[in-house]
T-cell receptor, first 113, second 110 residues
Framework: DAGVTQSPTHLIKTRGQQVTLRCSPI?????VSWYQQVLGQGPQFIFQ???????GRGNFPDRFSARQFPNYSSELNVNALLLGDSALYLC????????????FGPGTRLTVT | GENVEQHPSTLSVQEGDSAVIKCTYS??????FPWYKQELGKRPQLIID?????GEKKDQRIAVTLNKTAKHFSLHITETQPEDSAVYFC?????????FGTGTSLTVIP
C-alpha cells in the first residue's frame, strides 16, 4: 500500500511567480493537511481539508490557497512568491482528520530566488 | 491561536540512559497530542500520540504523559539507543488545526 506522495520533489521559482504543489493521500484517507517547514524549525500548519472542505487554516497570508479533489488528492497554491517562502512543504494525510493520526509525505523543496 | 513550547532544544544522553522532552500548550481546546521523530533529510514520523481522555500511554521504550490541568505533556524514552538520535517534535491539535513545537535535537552517545 503506497504512502503519501508529493510532487514535484524539488522546485526553483523566481520572486513574484506562482507555484502549485500536489499531494496524494494514503488510500482510504479522506483528510489532507499542508505544512511549511523552514530548516531548523518545526512544521507550521497551513491548511487542513476533509471531504473537500477546508477544516482549518493556520496563520498564513491569502497568497496561500489549497483545494481537495473528489479523489481526496490536494493542491497547494502559492501566489506572488517571496524569498521567505523558500521551505520544505509537507503534506500529511489522515483517515478523517481531526484527532486521527497523520502520516507525512516526503515533501516538496521549494527554493525562491 | 495555540502556542506550543518545547524544551530542551538540544539533549545529549549516554546510551542506555533515559531522555525526557517536555511541551506546554496554551489552547484549552487542544485534545490530541502527537509526537514525531524526524531524521535528517526525512519526513516526520509519528512515534506515539495521546488524547485528552488519557493521562499516560506507553509503547515499548516510549511513553507519553499528559497533564491537562497544567497544559503540559512529556515524552519519555527509556534505554536509549544510538538510532534514537533525531529531532523530536511535539504537537497539539484541537481537531481542526495542528501546532508543532520547535523541536528537540536528541543525541545518544554510544
Amino acid at each position: 500500500d503506497a504512502g503519501v506522495t508529493q510532487s514535484p520533489t524539488h522546485l526553483i521559482k523566481t520572486r513574484g511567480q506562482q507555484v502549485t504543489l500536489r499531494c496524494s493521500p494514503i488510500s482510504g484517507h479522506k483528510s489532507v493537511s499542508w505544512y511549511q517547514q523552514v530548516l531548523g524549525q518545526g512544521p507550521q500548519f497551513i491548511f487542513q481539508y476533509y471531504e473537500k472542505e477546508e477544516r482549518g487554516r493556520g496563520n498564513f497570508p491569502d497568497r496561500f490557497s489549497a483545494r481537495q479533489f473528489p479523489n481526496y488528492s490536494s493542491e497547494l497554491n502559492v501566489n506572488a512568491l517571496l524569498l521567505g517562502d523558500s521551505a520544505l512543504y509537507l503534506c500529511a494525510s489522515s483517515l478523517q482528520g481531526g484527532l486521527y493520526e497523520q502520516y507525512f509525505g516526503p515533501g516538496t523543496r521549494l527554493t525562491v530566488t | 491561536g495555540e502556542n506550543v513550547e518545547q524544551h530542551p532544544s538540544t539533549l545529549s544522553v549516554q546510551e542506555g540512559d533515559s531522555a525526557v522532552i517536555k511541551c506546554t500548550y496554551s489552547d484549552s481546546a487542544s485534545n490530541y497530542f502527537p509526537w514525531y521523530k524526524q531524521e535528517l533529510g526525512k519526513r516526520p514520523q509519528l512515534i506515539i500520540d495521546i488524547r485528552s481522555n488519557v493521562g499516560e500511554k506507553k509503547d515499548q521504550r516510549i511513553a507519553v504523559t499528559l497533564n491537562k490541568t497544567a497544559k503540559h505533556f512529556s515524552l519519555h524514552i527509556t534505554e536509549t539507543q544510538p538510532e534514537d538520535s533525531a529531532v523530536y517534535f511535539c504537537a497539539a491539535s484541537n481537531g481542526n488545526q495542528f501546532y508543532f513545537g520547535t523541536g528537540t535535537s536528541l543525541t545518544v552517545i554510544p
